[in-house]
């Protein structure tokens, strides 16, 4: 049975099992060491997302610059570069159009966060003079 003991109104368990190790637990929630994640996991899953988040944020920007691209031949010379390519509403043309909108659609919602990130240095620096 596990040792319970209260220090200003929190029960903490030490839990001692087969092993050598002992888990501090402060929460209801209690999971042995080896079933715990730790921070290096937890940073992994971060480093993953946020290169998973990158691969798409230029995806989109490419696509969206070959659909500005396509519309600034559309609107100067009359041209539609994507129908020249994959012929007029094609399948494949239609794939090109959805995914320029797809990707206008994904920018546009994370307006807020580009331009967050793009006005936000992560490392601040303050200068002080001698």
């Known amino acids: 049975m596990p040792k319970q003991s209260v220090y200003a109104g929190h029960a903490t368990r030490y839990l001692v099992d087969a092993r050598p190790r002992v888990t501090v637990v402060t929460s209801n929630v209690c999971l042995p060491d080896h079933l715990a994640p730790s921070r290096t996991d937890a940073a992994k899953i971060s480093d993953f997302a946020e290169a998973y988040m990158k691969a798409l944020d230029n995806i989109t ?14 609107g100067a010379a009359n041209f539609d570069l994507v129908a020249a390519l994959f012929g007029e509403m094609s399948p494949m043309s239609r794939v090109v159009y959805v995914l320029v909108g797809l990707s206008a659609l994904y920018q546009a919602l994370r307006w807020k966060a580009i331009h967050h990130d793009a006005t936000v240095s992560p490392m601040r620096t303050r200068s002080t003079a001698v």
């Not at 920007?61 to 559309?74: C, E, P, Q, R």
Request: charged share 0%; hydrophobic share 70%.
């Open 61 to 74: 920007a490419v696509l969206l610059i070959i659909g500005g691209l396509n519309w600034g031949l559309v």
